[in-house]
């Protein structure tokens, strides 16, 4: 008995730890940034800022993790399937962003409050904060550490499950975790069916690349 609950404490610490390091650091820094160089800079620059300096404390959870990884990282038989799966996750996050706007969903004030932050910079700011660097940030937390472990742990449905719902729940808007549980369920199987984080990195960067041109 003191056995299982010993391996269960040490797995939501393994899962946990990684997820408050990164809540805490990223909207602690990104409050900092804000306080001394949103007025000379804007809000997007301090999120990326505050993205960079979390990202490599992310890779050392993933690189830490529990969790099965692939090799060779990419496999040349695999490939055309691995890149399926990419365009798959990317229509459908250009098809939910297409029903929004028909819906009139983005009117949502915590959606339009998050996406004044998303614009208040140039187009290559955009895009490497949206298309480059948050989505290896948040693919090595969400679905590298947190839907890797709770695999083993618990399963493919709940791994899945749970990383969305936390991925959903960081975007603190409803709009955005609709959009974000959605697309993080098909990135979470993506990568919980090849172990492969550059599918998911992939996909999450093409989809918010696709939605910043077509904005522009």
């Known amino acids: 008995m003191e056995s299982n609950r010993g391996m269960t404490r040490s797995r ?22 804000l306080m001394l160089l949103q007025d000379r800079f804007g809000s997007l620059f301090c999120l990326f800022l505050a993205s960079l300096l979390t990202t490599p404390f992310m890779f050392w959870t993933y690189a830490k993790a529990n969790v099965l990884k692939a090799k060779p990282w990419v496999d040349p038989k ?5 890149l399926l799966a990419v365009v798959g996750i990317v229509c459908t996050g250009i098809l939910y ?11 949502d004030p915590g959606f339009q409050e998050a996406n004044r932050t ?36 618990l399963g493919r449905i709940p791994a899945i499950v749970i990383s969305s719902v936390l991925f959903g729940a960081m975007h603190f808007n409803v709009v955005q975790f609709v959009y974000a549980f959605l697309i993080g369920m098909l990135l979470s199987l993506a990568f919980l069916k090849s172990h492969r ?9 093409l989809t918010n690349l696709l939605v910043i041109l077509l904005a522009a």
């Open 97 to 107: 962003n297409y029903l929004a706007t028909k819906l009139g969903l983005l009117g």
């Open 197 to 205: 984080i550059w599918i998911p990195i992939l996909a999450h960067g």
């Open 12 to 33: 939501l610490i393994s899962i946990g730890l990684p997820f408050i390091l990164y809540f805490l650091l990223y909207n602690l820094s990104n409050q900092i940034f």
């Open 118 to 153: 998303l614009n208040n910079g140039s187009l290559y700011l955009k895009v490497l904060t949206s298309a480059l660097i948050v989505p290896i940030l948040e693919e090595l937390l969400f679905r590298g550490t947190i839907a890797g472990q709770l695999d083993l742990f």
């Open 78 to 82: 695999k490939l055309p399937k691995d």
